[in-house]
């Protein structure tokens, strides 16, 4: 399995140009200049930008410059302090992965939807396609349902067909099903070529990192546990990320963890406990990945409750 070099060990910036609320003021001031010093301080070597197509598209399909200006700002401030880009689309017309707070529905079934999905990263590519030494794209954050799945690698051939014939050398990561689930990656297709990798997320055991959340039904925000660091919780991860790996391996491509991370209700002497155990793993198989998330958002690393842990939690990511 190929090492996902220069996408090794990267922060997500989560909250700026998506689940935010789009106000110029947010947009302006949620990151900053300086963030992205900071996080090349920290030795990541990328950051992962999620933003969403109403960002960059106006309500009727055209392209929106201001929006884009944003996404300019990322490019130019990696390039400044040497860190590699990750950009991720992480809502489409017509598709959400957050069924909660986003009212997007149809893109697998409607192929007008399709064709502007597929224009928006042809856009994409002609401006940073040229960029593809440092800069990379995720086509989709989080397909969720199963029954997506047809569908979903019929639309990235096509989308990575289009893209290919604009930046032929970019980086293109693709993830699967169940929200990037680890043991849904083995339904992908075969990566349509050499630079082209596949991509999870692990939050898991969901219980744990997710204990205390409030915006979803599969946890009771009340209920509270710790995690136990044993050689029993390498052995849950490794069994989690086998067929992923596994996949990766008969295909001789990369595997790369585009999310993961502890909610700010977990002790900052379990996040490290958690994050120890899931790097070991991560290090031992050479797994790409960014850690969500560097502020706010319910997981923020930046955030003042993991001031006393940050410097040692920074080397577990």
Known sequence: MKKTTGFYKGINFGGWLSQCNYEKDHLDTFIIENDFKTVAAWGADHVRVPFDYNIIENNDGSFNEEGFGYLDKAVEYSKKYGLNLILDLHKTAGFSFDYYAENESGFFDSAEYQERFYRLWEEVAKRYGSMSSFVAFELLNEVTDASFIGAWNRIVKECIGRIRKIAPDTLILVGSYHNNSADTVQFLEAPYDDKVIYNMHCYEPLK???????????????????????????????????????????????????????IDVVSPEDTIKWYKTINSVFEKHGIGRAAWNYKAMDFGIADT????VRSELLTLI
């Open 305 to 308: 409750r993991l001031d006393g």
């Open 208 to 262: 744990f990192t997710h204990q205390g959340a409030y915006w979803t039904d599969a946890i009771i925000p009340e209920e509270r546990m710790p995690f136990e660091e044993s050689e029993t919780s390498v052995e849950y991860f490794e069994k989690l990320f086998s067929t992923a790996i596994a996949k990766a391996e008969e295909f001789n491509t990369g595997l790369y963890c585009g999310e993961y991370g502890c």
